[in-house]
């Protein structure tokens, strides 16, 4: 079993920056894939990006590609994801998610057993 906190999240102009931290509790951290996903009022959730255990590649989204990066530290249990040159259509509320089971279907919120609170990143125009 994982428990995760994000952190991080706020307000912030368009073209700035963020970082957001994700904390993971559990026995064998570097055990599971972690994904950052995020979710609008009234839409569905959406895969973000993520790391392979199976590989150590990393994933993201076209939307955010070449403008987010995860990174992942296994001595601190953290995943973060550096987000720049922000958009007002990256506002969302950003969760991270864990699940033990890499799965080529890894932009799913229903392949992630283990979900934290959220974090709000609001981006201004």
């Known amino acids: 079993e994982a428990q995760l906190v994000e952190s991080g999240g706020g307000l912030v102009q368009a073209g700035g920056s963020l970082r957001l931290s994700c904390a993971v509790s559990?026995?064998?951290?570097?055990?599971?894939?972690i994904g950052w996903f995020r979710q609008v009022p009234g839409k569905e959730r959406e895969g973000v990006s993520c790391?392979?255990?199976?590989?150590?590649?990393?994933y993201y989204a076209d939307s955010v590609s070449g403008r987010f990066t995860i990174s992942r530290d296994n001595d601190r249990n953290t995943v973060d994801l550096q987000m720049n040159s922000l958009k007002p259509e990256d506002t969302a509320i950003y969760y991270c998610?864990?699940?033990?089971?890499?799965?080529?279907?890894?932009?799913?919120?229903?392949?992630?057993?283990?979900w934290g609170q959220g974090t709000q990143v609001t981006v201004s125009s």
């Open positions: 998610a864990a699940d033990k089971d890499w799965s080529l279907r890894y932009f799913s919120e229903d392949e992630y057993d283990y």
């Open positions: 790391f392979s255990t199976v590989n150590d590649r990393t």
């Open positions: 559990a026995s064998k951290f570097d055990d599971y894939v």
